[in-house]
Every structure is written in C-alpha cells, then in structure tokens.
C-alpha cells in the first residue's frame, strides 16, 4: 500500500512541532490519544483579541499517520477564527492525506485534539461551547 | 466468580448436544465425543471456559501452558491424517479457537482487556479504548518525552525499570480491582497499561536503535 506524498511530505518534515505555555491565558491545549494503538497527540492554539488563531503547535508520538493528521492540521488552522477551525472535519484531514480506512481513526483524533484546544481556550476565556468532542467518532464510522 | 463459573460448568453439562457425527449424547464444549470419539466444532464459550481456568484476572499460567499444550497434543494434524475431511478441517478449527484463547490469557494486558469486556458489556460498550481520565495522557506524554531525550543506555535502563515497576503497580491494583468487582476501574487501569505496554516497546526500539 503507499501512502499519498501529502502524508509522507507531513510526516518527514512535520510543521509546527513544539509546545507552547500551557497557563498562557491566550493558549488552549488540547490533550487526546487512541489506547489501542498506545497513541498521544498534544495540540496547542494561540488566539490574538481579534479571535484568530495566530499559532499552532503540536507535539504527537504514535504512527505517521497520526502524526501529518496533525501537522495538517497545525497547518489549516493558522489564521481561521477559533470557529472556523472548530469547523475541521475529520473527513477533510483523511481526504487531504488520503489516508487508508485503516488509518482514519488518525484524523478522528486530530480532529479531536483540535475541538478539545478550542474547549480549552473557551473555557479559560470564559465561553461555553456544547460542543461535543465524542461527535466526530460518528464522522469516521 | 467461584459462582460464575460453577453456573457455566453446570450449564456445559446440562446441555447435551447430538454429536454431528454418530448423533449420540455429548457435553457442550466437548473436544471429542465419547461415543464414537469424533472432534467437534469449537463450542460458543468464552476463552476461560474453553481452557478449562476460572474466570478471573489472576491466572495460574504454568497451569494455563499445561492445560493448552495438552489439549493442542490432542488436536495435533498428525492424529488426523487419515481422517475424513471434515474432521480435519474441524480439528483445525478447535486449534485456532484454543489459540486466541490462549494468546488472549497468557498476557495480562490481553488478558485485562478481555476481562473488561466479558463482565463490562453493558456498562463500558466501548471497552477500555476511550480516555476518561487526562492524567493518563498527561503521564504517556511525559513518558515519551523523557525517552525521547534519553541518549545513553544508562538513562535508557533506568527508564526501563521505572517503567517496569509501574507495570507491577498496575498488575497489583487490577487484580485488587477485579476481585472487588470494580469494572470501572479496572477499565481506567487497563487503559494505562496500555500505555505502559506501549511505552516499554519503545524503550526497547530505543535500545536497538542506541546499539545498531
């Protein structure tokens, strides 16, 4: 099976490794893995006043897959609006990389990783957000 | 448990099937029937019950190796060579079954994992692959990190028996979890062992890579 060289590209030159101060009022983290596969994945955003995200960053140990899902998506959310980019599909990530059906659950957990940062960073700014992280397990099924 | 158990062995020997055979009376789970000795299909029975141990986390495995190399000695492709065709693709069948039984009890984390899910079914439909508690995820990362950086055998070793002597932590408070009936727990610890199994996988890559 070969893998896409979207993927292989994310996955030998990973963007925006690193992680930023998780107490930062202005940062939310975004803290998921996949037990079954013993993965981990840490997304960190930085939103300005204006609401726009101006940094990601992301810091995953588990397979390539999982690791340019989320390097894309350190990539995408760069400039959106904390609801546009809660806005990812996990489909849009898998379509991207052309990840195989083994491999989708991946994206289902970058997506994860990026609605549970901008969980965070609502909470800690005091906006509620509804909405559910689990919903995107349905996307992937 | 005890009781569990003694309602399944019961049952195995309430319920009489024809063998498909020569048609005469044969226990559930039977291996071979008594009459005409023929092998039969793997019975629907959980991995316990087929290898014949108690249902709990705490197993006897050198009784457990005995248990299995005996009855894969009876199912051997030798003794079946000259028999028909169905039998040999049944004796087939009967050693694959045992096989994942097998695989599944000898190894703690398979082992829990199971255990989960045969008494959690209508509590936790998942099993133990979502992470309800982050200090679970916050550890793993730590973990990696410190592996990560690590660049001597020494600091490698050392970080192999921490990991290690969480492992047993682990193990202790599982089978205390089981034995208290505590699903729940029992599921969250299975989930860090999943981790922790994770984990000493790469420490060992991590070794090879440091002595290639």
Same mark, same amino acid.
């Given at each position: 099976?070969?893998?896409?060289?979207?993927?292989? !590209?994310?996955y030998e030159n990973p963007r925006n490794v690193g992680s930023m101060?998780?107490?930062?009022?202005?940062?939310?983290?975004?803290?998921?893995?996949?037990?079954?596969?013993?993965?981990?994945? &840490?997304?960190?955003? =930085?939103?300005?006043?204006?609401?726009?995200?101006?940094?990601? $960053?992301? &810091?995953?140990?588990?397979?390539?897959?999982?690791?340019?899902?989320?390097?894309?998506?350190?990539?995408?959310? $760069?400039?959106?609006?904390?609801?546009?980019?809660?806005?990812?599909?996990?489909?849009?990530?898998?379509?991207?990389?052309?990840?195989?059906?083994?491999?989708?659950?991946?994206?289902?957990?970058?997506?994860?990783?990026? &609605?549970?940062?901008?969980?965070?960073? =609502?909470? &800690?700014?005091?906006?509620? !957000?509804?909405?559910?992280?689990?919903?995107?397990? !349905?996307?992937?099924? | 448990?005890?009781?569990?158990?003694?309602?399944?062995?019961?049952?195995?020997?309430?319920?009489?099937?024809?063998?498909?055979?020569?048609?005469?009376?044969?226990?559930?789970?039977?291996?071979?029937?008594?009459?005409?000795?023929?092998?039969?299909?793997?019975?629907?029975?959980?991995?316990?019950?087929?290898?014949?141990?108690?249902?709990?986390?705490?197993?006897?495995? #050198?009784?457990?190796?005995?248990?299995?190399?005996?009855?894969?000695?009876?199912?051997?492709?030798?003794?079946?060579?000259?028999?028909?065709?169905?039998?040999?693709?049944?004796?087939?069948?009967?050693?694959?079954?045992?096989?994942?039984?097998?695989? @599944?009890?000898?190894? #703690?984390?398979?082992?829990?994992?199971?255990?989960?899910?045969?008494?959690?079914?209508?509590?936790?439909?998942?099993?133990?692959?979502?992470?309800?508690?982050?200090?679970?995820?916050?550890?793993?990362?730590?973990?990696?990190?410190?592996?990560?950086?690590?660049?001597?055998?020494? @600091?490698?070793?050392?970080?192999?028996?921490? @990991?290690?002597?969480?492992?047993?932590?682990?193990? @202790?408070?599982?089978?205390l979890a089981f034995k208290g009936a505590d699903i729940e727990g029992?599921?969250?610890?299975?989930?860090?062992?999943?981790?922790?199994?994770?984990?000493?996988?790469?420490?060992?890559?991590?070794?090879?890579?440091?002595?290639?």
């Open positions: 099976m070969a893998y896409s060289k979207e993927l292989i !590209d994310h101060e998780d107490d930062a009022g202005d940062v939310g983290t975004g803290l998921v893995g996949a037990p079954a596969c013993g993965d981990v994945m &840490k997304l960190q955003i =930085k939103v300005n006043p204006e609401g726009i995200i101006e940094d990601a $960053k992301f &810091k995953t140990f588990g397979c390539g897959s999982a690791i340019a899902s989320s390097s894309l998506v350190t990539e995408w959310v $760069k400039g959106k609006t904390v609801d546009e980019a809660g806005e990812i599909k996990n489909t849009d990530i898998a379509e991207e990389l052309a990840l195989p059906p083994v491999k989708i659950h991946c994206s289902v957990l970058a997506e994860d990783a990026i &609605k549970a940062a901008i969980d965070d960073y =609502k909470g &800690k700014t005091g906006q509620t !957000d509804t909405d559910a992280v689990g919903e995107s397990q !349905d996307a992937a099924e | 448990m005890n009781e569990v158990n003694a309602h399944s062995a019961d049952a195995a020997k309430q319920t009489l099937k024809p063998c498909w055979s020569c048609k005469g009376p044969l226990a559930a789970g039977a291996l071979f029937c008594s009459t005409c000795e023929a092998v039969q299909p793997p019975a629907p029975v959980d991995h316990f019950v087929r290898l014949g141990v108690e249902r709990a986390f705490e197993v006897d495995v #050198p009784a457990l190796d005995r248990r299995y190399f005996d009855l894969q000695r009876q199912l051997h492709p030798d003794r079946f060579a000259t028999k028909a065709p169905k039998e040999k693709a049944l004796s087939q069948q009967q050693a694959t079954a045992l096989n994942d039984a097998y695989e @599944t009890l000898k190894d #703690p984390l398979k082992r829990a994992d199971y255990l989960v899910h045969l008494e959690g079914v209508g509590v936790l439909p998942e099993g133990c692959n979502l992470v309800q508690d982050q200090s679970i995820l916050i550890e793993a990362m730590e973990m990696r990190e410190k592996l990560m950086m690590a660049d001597s055998m020494d @600091t490698l070793n050392a970080i192999q028996r921490e @990991t290690k002597a969480e492992i047993d932590d682990v193990l @202790t408070a599982l089978s029992a599921c969250q610890l299975t989930t860090r062992l999943k981790y922790l199994d994770k984990m000493m996988g790469e420490v060992r890559q991590a070794r090879a890579r440091l002595l290639a």
